[in-house]
């Protein structure tokens, strides 16, 4: 089951990491391999930044996610992207260092769970594979977060298909490869 309720304004700094955003002179956690964003202003195709191809109004090649991640490509910054994070790129090295940490799943729920007042919560019936396209502006508005559905996550060829636990074939879930003897 799946409810917690509110928007979490401190949020804002954690999911940023994963871009590299750092404010101050902070690294919060482990960066992904690119900050590179996608929106409006960076991805003038506004649709498949996972592995897609995009040209910006001066005939420029735009690099798809994959092709950022190859490259170590930072946050551009919020000037270019027209956000406002209020932080930096981080160095080089951090994303050079980094994890898969944009590609995330999420839970896909039975909304219907939700009609009965007083009831947050709902019950779990598959995990979608998302990719994180851009940062979170100042003050953690959730409602404001773009992401790019990627699939079902238990679908074979899933870039999601190494995340989450080991199970049973009938459970729901991603699919992990897993060691047996």
Known sequence: MIGSAGNKASLADDWNSRFGIVK???????????????????????????DGSSVDTSGNTQP?????????????????T????????????SYQSGADRRLVLAPIVDCSGFANPGN???????WACLLMIEP????????????????????PGSPCATQGIPGATTGVGPL???LVQ
């Open 24 to 50: 101050g002179s902070k690294v919060l956690g482990v960066t992904d391999f690119t900050g590179f964003t996608y929106n409006d202003k960076t991805w003038t195709a506004k649709n498949s930044a996972y």
């Open 82 to 93: 027209g956000l406002s994070t209020q932080g930096n790129a981080a160095p080089t090295a």
């Open 176 to 178: 992990v490869p897993v």
């Open 136 to 155: 979170m502006q100042t003050g953690g508005n959730i409602d404001s977060v773009r992401l790019e559905y990627r699939g079902d996550s238990s679908a």
């Open 64 to 80: 798809n996610f994959l092709a950022a991640r190859k490259a170590y490509r930072a946050y551009q910054g919020d000037s270019v």
């Open 120 to 126: 947050h919560s709902a019950p779990v019936q598959s």
